[in-house]
Each structure stands twice: as structure tokens, then as C-alpha cells.
């Protein structure tokens, strides 16, 4: 066999080895009662539950705590999976910026005990075109077409 050959498989198994220990440290998406279930089987890799803000019908955030005067590294706000479960969520960092404003969550973390300890947050915030929405009249759109 040539070397080049020798060389080549030497680098598709490196890159095999790559793929499969970078697959394995993959975190998963579940809900909070897999999430749970997984704590209680000892599991303890990292997991991603979605899921939105439970608001009231005015729209305001309910379950949500922070008060950066007392402790700026803890906040805590209830989350309502895709299953429908509500979940309290405490994150020890700072209020993300937008959260009051965000569609859906992700929070990255694990089950301890009765709440979910979110490790990052990751935010799905509204388009900032949402709210000015461009409006065209018939009289421009004929005249975008000439």
C-alpha cells in the first residue's frame, strides 16, 4: 500500500472520531417531564426544554423574579412547555435583555429538585419589522411593477 493511502485512511478516521465524540456531547429536546424523568434516572448531560412565557390575559409575565438590587445573578420565571407542563425556571445570571419582549424560549440546563436550573436561555424575540409593518397602497404597488 502507498503512503497517500496509509495517510488517507488515517484522516477519514480521525474525522470519523471527531464526528462521534462531538455527536455524543449533543444535548437534546425535551419537555419538562422527560427532563425530569431523566434526573431521576441520574442522567446528567445538559438538555433543551422550549417552551413560552405563561402570561396572564392582560399579556403580563406571571411567575417572574428578579430584583438586581437583592441578588443580580438570580432569576427565576415560569415556563410552559410544548407538553403543556408548567415549570419554574432558575436561571443564576443576570435578566437577559428582550426577555419581556421574546415568542419562545429555550432554556439549557437540568431537573433539581422541584425546578428546572437553566444554564443558558436562549430567546426567540419578536421581528423588529413586526411592528412597522410597510404598507403599500394599490397605486404604488402598479407603479413598483412599471
Known amino acids: 500500500m502507498k503512503i497517500s493511502h496509509i495517510i488517507g485512511i488515517i484522516v477519514i478516521a480521525l474525522a470519523i472520531g471527531i464526528i462521534v465524540s462531538t455527536a455524543g456531547d449533543a444535548s437534546s ?16 448531560d445538559m438538555i433543551h ?24 445573578n438570580h432569576f427565576e420565571f415560569t415556563l410552559v412547555d410544548n407538553a403543556n407542563r408548567v415549570q ?6 443576570p435578566k437577559p435583555q428582550d426577555f419581556d419582549r421574546s415568542e419562545q424560549v429555550v432554556v439549557i440546563g437540568s ?9 443558558k436561555i436562549l430567546l426567540k ?9 410597510l404598507e403599500v397602497t394599490e397605486h404604488e404597488a402598479k407603479t413598483a411593477k412599471l
Open 111 to 119: 431537573m433539581q429538585g422541584d425546578h428546572f436550573q437553566a444554564n
Open 88 to 93: 419554574r425556571v432558575v436561571y443564576n445570571s
Open 125 to 133: 424575540c419578536p421581528s423588529k419589522y413586526q411592528d412597522n409593518k
Open 49 to 72: 426544554v422550549v417552551g413560552k412565557l405563561k402570561k396572564d390575559p392582560r399579556g403580563q409575565i406571571e411567575g417572574m423574579h428578579y430584583q438586581p438590587e437583592v441578588d443580580p
Open 29 to 44: 429536546y425535551v419537555n419538562f417531564t422527560q427532563a425530569e424523568e431523566l434526573a431521576r434516572n441520574g442522567e446528567k
